[in-house]
């Protein structure tokens, strides 16, 4: 049986299941994601659509040109929780927000591998093989303690 994971937006209007394995991690430093996050990059794990499930509420959307495509966000209306985007020219994949996710533990012991892309880097992507990913993901994801 696939695994099967479950997010939430932050105020729980919206709850979403995944099932099975992510094709990528995806750490994306362009200024789209830089402004979606508020970071200096946007964590992401790339799906096939059909591996997400809304289980609760509805998605609102929006779309902006980037990259001779169109990329569609999708958010709860309440409290405008990212939860994934779309790109045009790949109509039947999704990057979910990783911060959306219940519980990030299972990431470290995935063997995927982190794309950084970026203007810095002339677009180009950099592989950073499995072994590195979960160091970074273990120092990264972690739960912060509630009295920060």
């Known amino acids: 049986m696939p695994q099967t994971h479950e997010g939430v937006c932050q105020c729980g209007a919206v709850r979403y299941r995944i099932t099975g394995e992510a094709t990528a991690l995806v750490a994306c430093h362009c ?5 979606q996050s508020g970071s200096a990059f946007g964590l992401s794990m790339r799906l096939a659509a059909d591996q997400f499930e809304l289980i609760k509420g509805e998605l609102k959307g929006f779309a902006r040109p980037g990259n001779d ?9 309440h ?16 990057s979910l927000k990783l911060g ?26 950099d592989h ?10 273990s120092m990264r994801l972690h739960p912060l303690p509630d009295h920060l």
Not at 128 to 137: E, S, T
């Open 100 to 125: 959306t996710l219940d519980d990030t533990e299972w990431l470290i012991r995935c063997q995927m591998m982190q794309r950084f892309i970026g203007k810095r880097r002339g677009n180009r992507h």
């Open 69 to 77: 495509r169109i990329i569609t966000g999708s958010f709860c209306p």
């Open 31 to 35: 200024s789209h994601c830089q402004r």
């Open 128 to 137: 950073i093989p499995a072994p590195a990913l979960r160091r970074r993901l």
């Open 79 to 94: 409290c405008g929780t990212h939860i994934h985007h779309k790109l045009s020219d790949q109509p039947d994949v999704i």
